[in-house]
């Protein structure tokens, strides 16, 4: 009889193997979980991975260098869907914020390498391939792992989370960091983290990525007004997001030429 | 006969690796252990921005031992700035610390190191027949998730902890909670140890020099003289005697010390500081019959056993004498200065560099792991190894060498990318 289970991959170019333990930090349920799936390949936790097919492949991290680059696009080559886990794959996190320091702050770290382990830009996956489904988060939240698979396994497409962090933010009691002054990316950030940084006393950097219908200018102003200046501005909102937020620059320059800002309609 | 084996990537380790092997007429001609991840740049990234940003940038160098990079960065500022946290907050690092290293030992120990000796290609494949010792590696990851997630906010990168104290002190009956579940747990610590006491372990000794930090109150977590059994150093000389080269063909540095390899981690911690381990984790210690000083890698499994016994009844300790108060975060003076953090994290000892300006601007950084610190000691010591097996075959040579490697609990994530040479 041919094995009916979803054929599902895990893998992890370069990153600091964080989305990959939120796997397994399903403690309650993972050993079920599995048991849900054909788990073909997981090269952290398993000795033996086999790559031809899969159903489904999460790819933690992003590309940094040419290794990384032939690894996702044999996987995708060899998958139906592919998974976006976490902030690297999905917007390029803290290691893509390379491309918006000055090249003095890192060049001494730079060296000759082999040709293989070339450095690349650093870049999310979809800069280079298709993905079909994203799972953000600097960590992704443990819970919308084990959500996503459950629901594919019986057919079911995940949709995203796209209220801003805001929305959980207040449902769960916090006093407003902007208010507390604090530099606060709430707003702007999609939620579905249940704002779990803004429950811990600690503003939000924006790892999970802009919402579609962010008002970027009313952010920045709103920062400007609490006495944060350009550049702090700019490397924080970069920090997690940078490049998913080509409109940054446009609105910064807008907001200094004294633009009125606009209110979203 | 001539044999070249290559490992491209070494499965059931934190990050990628890859291992070149040759052998000639029963001699190792080649051994050269190299990480194979992207570089990130870490102490790059870090250039330029604020003293108060470091922790929450450098956390992602690593998601096993983010708790660890989020305390050693925030210790190295300041230390930088002259400014000691309270009691409180220093409690409470330990305990963050701690947490996290239960959960990284047990997450090591039975999934990625359980299944060389039992002859399984993975944990979840042994689920079938040892489900209750998995359980117990669940239970253990599980509680040190949940005193993460309690002192910390979040289980992988931490957000309370901050430059100056603590941004949401937990609540007593959280506390509370925590040592309940500690008591509760403990007999899962005592199976750990007991199970991995009853493996069998290949006889090696490493010729090595263990390092980790030492003081005179208690088995070292945040504080003390990075020391051996032969040498002893405060964490401000560590540029004196830690030095730093870079291997052509990887994208790792390699550290030593007098030209001496040297390892750390739960052995090192273990030979230097076993007469500050709490009761009972000094009756496991007596029941797994380890002589120490040990200086056989492979015994670092049963060592990581024991701290976890440790950790429990020290985090149990915490929680029964910590009266919490509420505290704010202490707004510190801003100050030029030069700092270092060095503290023991699962792997080893971590050490956090920052210099800052007066406008709290850090204007340069140096980071070096525990793992770039033990990968000479590994690649020395598989050369020595295999050497006994070099007229066997590829398989049981490369089952022998991962049980090696796997055994000093490798973060190649985190052994990449830092380094210091010219820009060619």
Known sequence: MPNQKLKLGFYGITGCAGCLLSV???????????????LKAFPFIKEVNIDDEFDYVFMEGLVADKEDLETLQKLRKNCKYLVSLGACACTGCVPA????????????????????????????IDAHVKVDFYIPGCPPDKREIVTFIKNVVVGKMPKPYESPVCVECR????????????????????????SVCTNGGFECWGCRGPTK???????????????????????RMRTFVGLKLPMLEKAMLNLNNGKKFSVHA | MTKSITLNHITKIEGHAKLELGIDKGKVTKCELSAVEGSRYFEGLVRGRRFNEAHEITSRICGICSCAHVIAAIS???????????????????????????????????????????????ALAMASKYRPQLQ????????????????????????????????????????????????????????????????????????????????NNGYAVLDGKFASENASFDKSQYLEFVKEYHEPRSTANFVVKGDHRYMVGALSRLNNNYKFLSKDAKKMLKLSKLKLPSKNPYHNNMAQAIEIVHCIDNAINICENLDLRNESVENIQLRAG????????????????????????????????????????????????????????????????????????????????FLEVKWV
Not at chain 1, 216 to 234: S, T
Not at chain 2, 383 to 408: H, P, T
């Open chain 1, 171 to 194: 449902k769960n009691g916090n006093q407003c960091l902007l208010d507390l002054g604090k530099p606060c990316l709430g707003p702007i950030t999609a939620g579905g983290c249940n």
């Open chain 2, 338 to 417: 030069h700092g270092v953090g060095a503290i023991e994290v699962p792997r080893g000892t971590l050490w956090h560099d920052y210099t800052i300006n007066d406008s709290g601007v850090i204007t340069n950084a140096n980071i070096i792991t525990p793992t770039a610190q033990n990968l000479l000691n590994i690649q020395e010591d598989i050369k020595e190894f295999i050497a006994r097996f070099a007229n066997k075959n590829k398989d049981k040579i490369v089952s022998n060498v991962e049980k090696l490697i796997r055994s000093y609990d490798p973060c190649f994530s985190c052994s990449a990318h």
């Open chain 1, 24 to 38: 397994i930090f399903n403690e309650d349920e993972i050993l079920d979980l599995v048991q849900l799936v054909d």
């Open chain 1, 97 to 124: 914020y390379r491309q918006f320091t000055l090249k003095e702050n890192y060049e001494h770290l730079l060296y000759k390498k082999l040709q293989n382990v070339e450095d690349l830009q650093p870049t999310p």
């Open chain 2, 136 to 215: 117990n590696a669940l239970n253990l990851m599980k509680l040190g998730n949940n005193i993460i997630k309690t002192i910390g906010g979040r289980d992988l990168h931490p957000v309370s902890a901050t430059v100056g104290g603590w941004l949401k002190i937990p609540k007593k009956q959280d506390f509370e909670s925590i040592k309940k579940q500690l008591f509760t747990i403990k007999k899962d610590a005592i199976k750990t140890c007991k199970l991995f006491f009853s493996l069998k372990y290949p006889r090696f000794e490493s010729k090595t020099e263990c390092f980790s930090l030492a003081n």
């Open chain 2, 76 to 122: 190295a500022v300041e230390d930088a700035m002259h400014y000691t946290p309270s009691e409180q907050t220093k409690q409470l690092r330990i305990l963050l610390t701690l947490g996290e290293r239960i959960r990284s030992h047990a997450t090591h120990l039975y999934f990625l190191s359980l299944p060389d000796y039992l002859g399984y290609e993975s």
């Open chain 1, 213 to 235: 219908d962010m008002n970027l200018e009313l952010m920045i102003r709103i920062l400007k007004d609490k006495g944060f200046d350009n550049k702090f501005i700019q490397d």
